[in-house]
């Protein structure tokens, strides 16, 4: 199968790409990884009459810090993170590793992702677990969004014809004693999409009192989706059991799944309740072993 | 350790592969690798819809398209009497559709381009009106009254295809009527695809000069396409050149002629230039054949300290819009009859109906010999509920019931006369490997901490090597195969048969073969096989009918060489044949051993010193028409898990003990083992072809069939059982597909016996873990 | 400015194999056929439509992709290198024999690319457990081996080439 035929430009500089995208704005299709974008286009779901190839600028391919914040460009593939685990920001190396396959990871990149919206996506829910903001820039404006503002639907987010991912910015908690994560991933083998995906990340003071809380949910809603209220309900409280279990609970009633072939509703909302709780323990687990350790 | 292929001796030993430089080194030829000059590339138009009325075709925005030189309809067929084909089962299949699509992805008209991506432009403007019916996806609805009837080629009112029976059917309902306990399941074999990874396709090269058609095609049966194109487009056999090259993987797939190859052949010889056409993984996984949909019902009846006593079997298949199944002529099921399997039933019945529906046609035996994995499903399956229900453990019910190795020949109650099998010894064999009671004993401390652990069983015989021309043929050619060998001067041999290896390895494994039977090493023999030009005439690869049929052919070929140079090398030795002696490597004069001539010596004689009046060269012909099948039979076991949050499920062990006969060499061998191991495993817990019901096919590419990656491939253990086959000359049995038709039931079974302390005896597969899930859910078992 | 193309053919250039080669290539030619059909280099092989099977897996850059899911034209003035390239002055590379010495392969399809894969598995990593090995080719299927023979070639072919290394 073969992509239909279509005008390529591959620009090397951001103003030419904001120039094209101004001007041809809804003809065109942004090419970062092209993991999703080559396929779709491939069994011509997606036929663009323009391709902007973005892969030319290479200062959207670093990792940079600034003011406690870690902007990653939006040209920054998956294996970055497979292969690097930053402890202030866990949960990157943790949910990379189970993106696609290999191959996949060593080209697609995180800000194609995000802009793909693929309610499935497995960053889309370790971003929002990470409470991040996506940069989003055109010819003539830039402004950054946070992630949980962005998703509008399948496929869909606030992003206007004009306007790309420039990079994605995490918040860094330097004042903390621990940061712990996982991302739990239900798939039907390797390389398939999630069935269901969860994202948990915890900041724990030295009393295991949560002081920040992020969950996210992968393929279980119209985009993937933060938790919000079973976030709240860990705010400020030491991690139990059975506190948990509760917050466990609730996060699988804010998911919002629909029945498919990889399962049923009710499936997928047990699923959510299994991860998140399985999620917790494990960083409340590795976060007594610290405390072990360090007695 | 694998050894090098210059060792003499070499049957029986982990010889080094012989095709293995090529593929390593990127040098394999297959289909896509061969460029013809002036080629040019089709691409076919597909209909979205299941059932639906053609209303138009207009073809005339495709042939704007930059690049085009070429489309053609149904209707263009139809003109040249083409539109139709006729199956390998006795059924006729469209060729590209006129009146009615059948089934989604049906073939409705070829676009031929200059390059791939203008071919598919040109698909994308070709303008199909279509007036959408309502498809019938349900075989047993299909059957009723009320469902439209879908082939309207056909006389018949009904979309009933063929009913099927065999064994004894008023002995069994008497049998069963007194057995003192009968058990009953429904057993389904969901629709699954072999996907070999590389589709399937062609080159049809039609010179105008000669009238001579060179078709090189993905075929695990060249010579029997070669006389299907023949019967089909009306060419002369003669002028149709087949050739098969390197092949990416068959597995059943590449049996059958497919409208693709035939669309091609007709754009060859209306163009004189030779049309490319290569499956989109979409294509081959939607429209070339599938495999099983089987609705299987079986009882069996037993004493109640655990005999066998009838077994009783009904089915429904679903083989889709036509009748293209791949099974020999009066088979319509295949070689389901082999039911009974490892038991000793004194009655059995089997029939199966075959049912139309608007799904892709098939079936072909994918890893499997004619419906054998069904078969063999079924009864290990049901097996296994018989000892849930007797209370006896799974292996001690399968002992009770053995064909024991005195009793062999063994006839069985539905036809079949195994050649040979010590049962419990391969299952011993297996026991010992994982320990079995010590797993029983873990399992119990497992399952008191809230594990569920499951121990599964499968027991299987297999029936390959068909067949004797008694029985069987495809369209009439009796099922046989061949093999002709030539020793040049030198003592180098060139062997051609008419099978046709798509991974197996017969290269090196039929070089072992006709080495040993010839004194020399596999390095001396080269093995070709594809090309009917100049291979004898054979039926193919598929079914493990390679090594039955075509390596007796071999080895009986091999044989013939050697008498006439026993003669040779009695000329040599200067002594009457008589008291000429072979030790396997040499000639020598009985009682006189340091007079001796090799294999070598002999060939240059053949051509440069003949005994006076003897006819010049070395080289024999043999066709091989098998006395019997040939019945390899294994034990497996798996030990599984099951994550009670997620209804996952963990193979922890598995191990496979076969027993195919004579093995020719052990380090291929186990491959085979492996490789079926991992298609049952796909089989028990992720790959299925499944259709909403709209008539959409859920699985039209690799994100949704679900083929498995080293990552849940469980690691495999094997073992082995060597009960040689009585009458295949060197007593080998085939193993290629033993492993595919054996382990989804020990998967299943395990899974089961996880949860048969709950009162589960029965599990639809593939497992996906939401299934698993609603039945942890149902018993209370779930937790986070 | 950055390179722009109409429509029309372009001439791709890349370094494959240690090679300069160019072809023209249309902007949708994938990287797998501008490799088969344009360079001719046929051991890279396409299985499927959807980045699922890994059989066109090449190394751009040293870095192992699905070479049908980059276009042709992204790989200008890059580095490709294929199963071809592997081995050297006729002899095999240590991973090819290892593949060839425990059956790690059996229709071939698969073959090069489970190679490429695993050519960069072997030069990034110091250690390796059959797990890693697992992992590191689940973006590559198999439908013949079974993968037990590839991880077994793939960790001896590690082992030998660890000890070639030390006698050096």
């Given amino acids: ?185 239900l798939e039907r083998k390797v390389g398939d999409f999630a069935v269901v995906g969860v994202a948990v990340t915890l900041v724990l003071d030295p009393h295991g009192v949560v002081l920040d809380a992020g969950i996210g949910l992968a393929a279980v809603g119209a985009t993937p989706l933060a938790a919000v209220k079973a976030e709240s309900l860990l705010q400020g409280h030491p991690l139990t059991p059975e506190l948990i279990r509760h917050v466990a609970s609730e996060a699988a009633k804010e998911s919002d799944p629909v029945t498919d072939r990889r399962g049923s509703e009710e499936y997928k909302r047990a699923m959510v309740n299994v991860f998140v709780e399985r999620g917790l323990t494990a960083v409340h687990h590795d976060w007594q072993r610290l405390m072990d350790v360090s007695a | 350790m694998s050894m090098d292929v210059t060792e003499t001796q070499p049957l029986g030993k982990a010889i080094k592969r012989k095709e293995d430089p090529r593929f390593i080194r990127g040098q394999g030829r297959y289909l896509d690798d061969i460029v013809l000059p002036h080629m040019l590339y089709m691409a076919l138009v597909r209909s979205p819809y299941a059932h639906a009325r053609i209303k138009s075709v207009r073809t005339e925005d495709a042939y704007a398209v930059k690049g085009v030189k070429a489309v053609l309809t149904g209707e263009d067929l139809a003109a040249m009497n083409l539109a139709w084909m006729p199956t390998l089962a006795g059924d006729q299949q469209m060729v590209l559709a006129t009146g009615k ?170 163009l004189g230039q030779p049309i490319k056409w290569i499956e989109t993984r979409t294509e081959n996984l939607t429209t070339t054949n599938f495999a099983r949909d089987y609705h299987m019902t079986a009882e069996i009846g037993a004493t109640e300290d655990g005999h066998v006593t009838v077994l009783k079997v009904t089915t429904i298949a679903d083989h889709g819009a036509f009748d293209a199944a791949a099974d020999p002529s009066k088979f319509p099921a295949g ?56 209370s006896l453990d799974p292996v001690e019910l399968r002992r009770r019931n053995f064909i024991a190795p005195e009793e062999f020949p063994y006839q069985s109650p539905l036809g079949w006369v195994y050649d040979s099998g010590n049962y419990a010894k391969t299952l011993d064999t297996a026991l010992a490997i994982i320990d079995y009671s010590q797993m029983r004993r873990e399992q119990e401390k497992r399952r008191e901490q809230g594990e569920l652990v499951g121990i599964g069983i499968s027991t299987f015989t297999e029936i390959v090597g068909a067949g004797p021309s008694h029985t069987f043929d495809i369209l009439g050619i009796k099922m046989f195969d061949s093999c002709e060998i030539r020793i040049h001067p030198t003592g180098k041999v060139i062997a051609r048969l008419g099978a046709r290896h798509q991974g197996q390895g017969h290269e090196t494994t039929f070089a072992q073969l006709i080495a040993q039977e010839l004194g020399l090493s596999a390095a001396d023999v080269l093995i070709e096989e594809g090309d009917t030009d100049t291979a004898p005439y054979g039926l193919g690869t598929y079914a493990s009918r390679s090594t039955p049929t075509a390596g007796g052919a071999a080895a009986l070929a091999a044989r013939r060489v050697r008498k006439k140079a026993e003669q040779i090398a009695a000329h040599l030795l200067e002594v009457s044949q008589d008291d000429v002696q072979w030790d396997g490597t040499r000639f020598s004069a009985k009682g006189l051993s340091s007079r001796s001539v090799t294999m070598a010596d002999v060939a240059l004689a053949a051509y440069t010193n003949l005994p006076e009046g003897m006819e010049p060269g070395l080289e024999a012909t043999y066709y091989y028409d098998p006395p019997n099948l040939t019945f390899p039979n294994g034990a497996y076991i798996a030990v599984v898990s099951i994550d009670r949050g997620t209804g996952q499920v963990h193979v922890e062990r598995f191990v496979a003990v076969d027993d195919c006969g004579t093995v020719i060499n052990p380090m291929v061998v186990e491959g085979q083992i492996h490789g079926g191991l991992t298609e049952g495993f796909g089989i028990a817990f992720m790959q299925e072809i499944a259709f909403d019901s709209d008539g959409n096919n859920l699985a039209p590419n690799f994100m949704d069939y679900l083929v498995p990656t080293a990552v849940e491939t469980p690691h495999w253990e094997t073992g082995r059982t060597v009960t040689p086959s009585p009458h295949h000359p060197i007593g080998a049995k085939g193993v290629g597909e033993s492993p595919n038709v054996g382990s989804p039931a020990a998967f299943v079974n395990a899974v089961v016996d996880a949860l048969a302390p709950y009162g589960v005896t029965n599990l639809e597969i593939p497992l996906f873990p939401w299934k698993i899930w609603e039945v942890l859910k149902q018993h209370g078992l779930t937790v986070s | 400015m950055g390179r722009t193309v109409i429509n029309d053919q372009i001439m791709v250039h890349v370094t494959i194999n240690g090679e300069s080669r160019h072809a023209l290539a249309e902007p949708r030619t994938l990287l797998a056929y501008f490799i088969r059909d344009n360079l001719g280099l046929t051991g890279t092989h396409v299985g499927c439509d959807t980045t699922s099977c890994g059989v066109c897996t090449v190394l751009l850059d040293g870095v192992p992709v699905k070479s049908c899911t980059v276009l042709a034209v992204q790989a200008d003035g890059h580095d490709i290198e294929t199963v071809e390239g592997l081995g050297h002055n006729g002899q095999l590379h240590p991973l090819q024999q290892a593949f060839w010495d425990n059956h790690g392969l059996q229709c071939g399809f698969c073959t090069p690319g489970m190679l490429m894969t695993t050519t960069a598995l072997l030069r990034n990593s110091v250690d390796l457990t059959e797990h890693e090995v697992r992992r590191a080719i689940s973006g590559n299927l198999c439908r013949c081996t079974g993968y037990v023979n590839i991880v077994k070639a793939v960790l001896e072919a590690k082992r030998r080439m660890g000890e070639e290394t030390r006698k050096v």
């Avoid at chain 1, 292969?83 to 990149?109: E, F, K, M, W």
């Avoid at chain 1, 829910?125 to 404006?141: D, E, F, M, P, T």
């Avoid at chain 2, 001579?212 to 487009?233: F, G, I, N």
């Fill in chain 1, 1 to 185: 199968m073969f992509p239909n035929s279509f005008e390529y430009y591959a620009p090397r500089s951001v103003e030419e790409i904001f120039g094209l995208l101004e001007q041809y704005g809804d003809e065109t299709k942004i090419l970062a990884g092209g993991q999703s974008l080559l396929p779709m286009m491939k069994l011509r779901l997606v036929a663009p009459s323009i391709l902007i190839d973005i892969n030319g600028i290479s200062s959207w391919d670093n990792v940079t810090e600034q003011a406690h914040l870690l902007h990653i460009g939006a040209l920054v593939r998956h294996r970055k993170w497979e292969y690097v685990l930053d402890s202030r920001v866990p949960l990157l190396h943790q949910t990379a590793r189970h993106i696609a396959d290999p191959l996949v990871r060593n080209r697609g990149t995180m800000g194609g992702s995000l802009a793909h919206a693929d309610p499935a996506a497995d960053w889309g829910a370790a971003l929002l677990a990470l409470k991040a903001s996506v940069s989003i820039q055109s010819a003539h404006r830039s402004r950054e969004v946070p992630l949980r503002e962005f998703f509008v639907d399948t496929f869909t987010t606030v992003l206007e014809p004009q306007e790309l991912v420039t990079g994605i910015r995490i918040p860094l908690h330097y004042d903390s004693g621990f940061v712990g994560a996982r991302y739990l991933k």
């Fill in chain 2, 101 to 270: 699509v059948l089934f989604q992805y049906q073939e409705v008209a070829a676009v031929v381009a200059e390059t791939r991506e203008a071919a598919e432009d040109g698909v994308s403007r070709v303008d199909v009106e279509y007036e959408p019916l309502t498809p019938v996806m349900d075989p047993f609805f299909a059957l009723s009254s009320d469902a439209p009837i879908l082939r309207e080629d056909r006389e018949q009112t009904n979309n009933h295809i063929f009913h099927w029976e065999v064994g004894n059917k008023e002995d069994t309902d008497a049998a069963l009527a007194s057995s003192p306990v009968v058990v009953k399941e429904q057993i389904r074999m969901p629709r699954v695809h072999p996907a070999p990874l590389e589709p399937c396709g062609c080159i049809a090269d039609y010179q105008n000069s000669t009238g001579k058609l060179t078709w090189y095609v993905t075929s695990q049966a060249p010579h029997a396409h070669r006389t299907v194109l023949a019967m089909v487009s009306g060419l002369p056999e003669h002028m149709i050149h087949v050739v098969s090259p390197d092949i990416g993987g068959g597995f059943g797939n590449k049996v059958p002629v497919y409208p693709g190859y035939v669309c091609a052949v007709v754009m060859s010889i209306k």
């Fill in chain 2, 335 to 390: 070689l389901f009859s082999i039911v009974t399997g490892s038991y000793r039933f004194p009655v059995a019945f089997a029939e199966v109906d075959g049912v139309y529906t608007n799904k892709a046609p098939g079936g072909v035996a994918y890893r499997c010999s004619f419906r054998v994995t069904e078969a063999s499903f079924l009864i290990e399956r049901v097996m296994n509920t018989l000892a849930y229900r007797l």
